[in-house]
Each structure stands twice: as structure tokens, then as C-alpha cells.
């Protein structure tokens, strides 16, 4: 709003300014008005996942630590000098439990999300023949994605029944928990990883 505006308003009287800077104000009203009642832009339905890292880089950086700390917490070792038994102690040491136990739950919601390579471009089989190549590995996982999403939900719950072992400090629980993870592992890895190779059957707990 330039000069000439101000020096009509002086020349009009007293009324006339009153009557401009009203006009003024209504116009910003019907303006601010206008403004409120424009509609709010639509939000995606689909949260703005962006994944970072592959599968094989889940596998080594959360999945198998995260296993390790449930699965080494309740052992038993035979050795020359008699039977050795490890179990968490100490609030502590259940803690790291429930950590490990955490991490391998959402582990697996993240092997769940849309969009996830299963290894970066170039890598390769470290044991061609045996494992299958990552492009095969993730045209596997594409042909069927609903059993995929299945498979990784067994080992969201096998995670989240080690947390339930954890909180509830049972050594016992989660002894039996480490084999469904297992199973849950395996279940994945001969589908996907190498779907050819005949392994044995996880063995049992003992009652």
C-alpha cells in the first residue's frame, strides 16, 4: 500500500479515513474468514516409512544380538569339572533380557515394513549353492508376501513371549521360549535362505 493511499485518506476528512480504514479491515476479515474455511489438505493414510537398511542388515544388527541376549541366558553346560547352569540373577540381569527380548520383537515389525530390500545392491551368496542369491532370496519373499508377513509375526510373538518370560523373571519360561524363537528362525531361513538344504528338526525341550 503505497504513498497516494495515505494522502487520499488526509484529503477525504476525518469520515473519509474512518470510512477507508473500516473498508480496509473488512476486507481483512472476509479475507481471514476465507482462509479459515479453506479445506485442511488430505493426509496419506500410509505413514512415511523411508527404510535405511536390508534385511541381512536387520538380521546382523538386531535380530541375532538381540536372540543371542535371550538365548544365552538360560544354558547348560556339560564339562569335565561336572554341569554348569546360568540364569539371570539379578534385576539386572533380567533387564538385558528384556532388552534382547524387545529388540527382536520390533525387529520384527521392521522386517514387515513395505519396501525393504533383502540386501544391498551387489552383494552376493557367501555360500553359493548352499544359501540362495539376495535376488532370489527377495523374489521368494515377493511371489508370497502374505506368508512372509505371517512368518515374521511368529517371531514378533516369540519375541514378545520372552518379554511376558522377563517380567515375570521365570528362568523356566524362558528356557522354552529360546526353542519357539528357534522354530520361528528356522521357519524363515529354510523358506528363503536356503530353501534346498535339508536340516534337521529343532529338538524338543525336555519336559
Known amino acids: 500500500m503505497g504513498t497516494n493511499f495515505w494522502r ?8 473519509g479515513a474512518l470510512g477507508a480504514l ?3 479491515m473488512v476486507t481483512v476479515a472476509l479475507t481471514a474468514s476465507c482462509s479459515k474455511n ?11 516409512y523411508e527404510p535405511a537398511a536390508t534385511v541381512k542388515d536387520l538380521m546382523q544388527s538386531i535380530v541375532d544380538p538381540s536372540a543371542d541376549q535371550v538365548w544365552l541366558a538360560v544354558t547348560t ?12 540373577k539379578t534385576d539386572e540381569d533380567w533387564l538385558k533380557v528384556r532388552h534382547g527380548a524387545v529388540g527382536l520383537s520390533e525387529a520384527a515389525n521392521l522386517l514387515m515394513m ?6 544391498r545392491p551387489g552383494e552376493k551368496s557367501e555360500t553359493p549353492g548352499v544359501e540362495l542369491e539376495p535376488s532370489e532370496m527377495e523374489a521368494l519373499i515377493d ?3 502374505p506368508a ?5 509375526k511368529a517371531l514378533h510373538e516369540a519375541g514378545m513371549a520372552a518379554v511376558a518370560a522377563a517380567d515375570a523373571k521365570d528362568a523356566q519360561k524362558l528356557f522354552e521360549v529360546g526353542e519357539q524363537i528357534e522354530r520361528a528362525c528356522e521357519n ?7 530353501p534346498n538344504e535339508k536340516v534337521p528338526p529343532v529338538p524338543s525341550a525336555p519336559r
Not at 479453506?38 to 512415511?48: C, F, K
Not at 564339562?79 to 554348569?84: F, I, K
Not at 524363515?188 to 536356503?194: E, G, I, P
Request: proline share 11%.
Open 8 to 15: 487520499g485518506v488526509a484529503w477525504c476528512g476525518g469520515r
Open 22 to 24: 473500516g473498508a480496509m
Open 38 to 48: 479453506q479445506p485442511t489438505p488430505a493426509v496419506s493414510g500410509e505413514p512415511p
Open 77 to 88: 553346560v556339560q564339562s569335565a569339572s561336572g554341569t554348569v547352569e546360568t540364569s539371570p
Open 114 to 119: 513395505p519396501g525393504r530390500h533383502v540386501a
Open 143 to 145: 511371489k508370497d508376501r
Open 148 to 152: 512372509f508377513i505371517g512368518r515374521a
Open 188 to 194: 524363515c531361513h529354510s523358506n528363503y535362505w536356503y
